[in-house]
């Protein structure tokens, strides 16, 4: 009788070990998501190259970002490790850019995620909706298939992977209201 209590409290334990890396995956996308947003939500708030420097605490030294598919690989291409994925960032919010991207917002959905051991997979498909300064707007949508890894306890990204599902415009100057700066965390 005990040796069942000791197998089923071993299974039980397993299946906690499961649903926290889940949540933990889960927050580690959420918090790339958000800091990827316009105007990003962290505060007190923080320049774009700081900003990137918080994308980086997010992933693995080894990482890769890629965009695939017919239209992803030509325009965002390849980046392996951390540096990589810093210039990548950097070509993505220029200090200068013209026009100024000024509202982005990630929704996800479609949530799947897989945890073996201390490696972990997950997918989901988001939307974004873009703003830039000069009134032009669109919305994106993509699929993602990322991987992470548990080091020192803690989950990190070793894999971002976009494929577009589409790209449309939207109306000129589409949001009448809108931040220029968060202060939800305030």
């Known amino acids: 009788m005990q040796e069942n209590t000791h197998a089923t409290i071993e299974r039980l334990a397993a299946r906690i070990d499961v649903l926290e890396a889940e949540a933990d995956i ?13 105007p990003c939500p962290v505060y ?14 997010l992933y693995t030294d080894d990482a890769v970002w890629e965009g695939v598919g017919e239209y992803y690989t030509g325009q965002f291409g390849r980046a392996e ?14 200090e200068n850019q013209d026009p100024k ?8 959905t479609s949530e799947q995620i897989s945890v ?6 997950g997918a989901w498909i988001h939307m974004q ?20 890894r548990k080091e020192g306890g803690t989950w990190k990204v070793t894999r971002t992977r976009t494929e577009n599902v589409f ?3 939207l109306p000129d100057n589409f949001a009448g209201s ?3 700066q968060s202060v939800l965390f305030k």
Request: charged share 25%; glycine share 4%; aromatic share 12%.
């Open 129 to 148: 909706p873009w703003l830039f300064s000069d009134g032009h707007a669109l919305l994106r949508s993509s699929r993602l298939n990322n991987a992470f």
């Open 81 to 94: 490790g951390k540096d990589a994925i810093r210039a990548h960032f950097n070509r993505f919010w220029p």
């Open 178 to 180: 809108y931040p220029s």
């Open 167 to 169: 790209i449309s415009d």
């Open 116 to 121: 073996n051991g201390d490696e972990a997979e």
């Open 44 to 57: 007190p708030p923080v320049s774009d190259p700081e900003r990137i420097e918080l994308v980086l605490d």
């Open 101 to 108: 991207l000024i509202l982005n917002a990630h929704y996800l």
């Open 26 to 38: 889960r927050r580690v996308q959420a918090r790339y998501m958000m800091l990827c947003d316009t």
